[in-house]
Every structure is written in C-alpha cells, then in structure tokens.
C-alpha cells in the first residue's frame, strides 16, 4: 500500500514522516499530482495559518485534486491544521472556505479566566462511543495539542472524541471518508504510536 503525505508548505511534514517509518510504513511527502493519483491513501498534516494553507494548495492545484480523490473512495487524514481544512470554512484570518468533506466551521477557542490560548499541552481524550482509532489505547488515553482555533458546533455526529479544555473540542472527527485529529499523533508518545497503527490498518481496507 502507497500513502503519501502532501506537501504543501504547512505541514511538520519530518515528523509525520518519521512516526509513520517507526510503525513500518515509508510514505512519500510529495505535492505531485500524478503521485498522489496513484497513492493508496493520504495524509494532510499541518501547522501554522488556514488561510496560508489553503492558499497555498490552491496554488499547487491540489484543493480539486484531494476532493477528487476522497470521491473516487481515497481514505484521508487530517491532522491538526489538516484535521481544521476538513471542514467548510474557518475564521482564522477572515472567512476562509476549507475542503468542505464535514459540516461545520472553525472559531477560535475563547479567551476566558485561567484558559490560555493557544492551548497547548497533554489533555485526555473523551470517546463518545467505541471506535476504531481508540483500538489498543488505554483507557483514559492522553495527547498533545497545540491549537487556537477548534471545530464548532462540537456535538455533531462526526465528531468521535473531545477533549475538555473548559469548552469541548472535538479532538478526533471522521466519517467513512476522511478521519481528523486535532492533536498531534506524532508527539504523543505511545498513544500517538497506536493512533498511526490503527490509521495505517484503516487505510488498508
């Protein structure tokens, strides 16, 4: 099986790269399009601005190209800003139309006494109901975020776990399609390890 992790100027793309060759698998970072037609599956990491991200695969010619590809029955996963560009818009720097693959925007967690913003940090996950990605962890499984901005509304059917952060932020969304996380698998030690075991499994049915 083929994955590959797209290349697009926003992604911590090292460190994807890395966490995927510990579980065994090689994926390829690329932004060609040839290359990612013929993948078997896709990974959209990321960090930084939305509006620069999705600038930034406009001009590569890769926004189509992805929502081409999840139709054609392509498995995607999204992860942290990646995971916010599943959605329809975000209000990071104005109203930036997203990928649109679930419903939903992105807003910036509120500022209120003792939260800070960016939330950052290990915070424990909340599965709503039994999942496939929460195969192998451990019961109370925590993971490290590094965020601003978070999906709304927070209780949609796609949303799969939270975390409580004094709001509820959807923290693992998906559908049949396409599968989010709003933290970060590849600096959450031997959670994140079970994560990307249990991504890598998904892709291949």
């Not at 793309?13 to 579980?23: F, Q, S, T």
Request: proline share 7%; aromatic share 8%; hydrophobic share 40%.
């Amino acid at each position: 099986m083929k994955t590959v992790i797209i290349d697009y100027d926003a992604g911590n793309l090292a460190n994807v790269y890395h966490a995927l060759l510990r579980e065994g698998t090689e994926a390829e970072i690329t932004r060609d399009p040839e290359t990612i037609r013929k993948a078997d599956a896709m990974i959209l990491p990321g960090v930084g601005a939305m509006g620069d991200a999705m600038a930034h695969l406009r001009q590569y010619g890769l926004t189509e190209l992805i929502r081409e590809e999840v139709g054609r029955g392509k498995k995607l996963a999204g992860i942290c800003l990646g995971m916010q560009a599943l959605f329809e818009v975000s209000e990071e720097g104005g109203q930036i139309p997203c990928l649109g693959f679930l419903p939903g925007k992105i807003e910036e967690i509120p500022a209120a006494p003792g939260r800070k913003v960016p939330h950052m940090g290990w915070n424990e996950l909340e599965f709503r109901a039994p999942h496939w990605i929460a195969r192998g962890l451990p019961p109370h499984p925590y993971v490290y975020f590094v965020h601003s901005y978070y999906k709304t509304p927070s209780d949609t059917a796609d949303v799969i776990a939270s975390a409580d952060y004094g709001v509820s932020i959807p923290a693992v969304v998906g559908n049949d399609s396409v599968i989010g996380l709003q933290f970060h698998p590849e600096k959450s030690g031997p959670v994140g390890a079970q994560l990307w075991r249990n991504i890598l499994e998904w892709f291949e049915k």
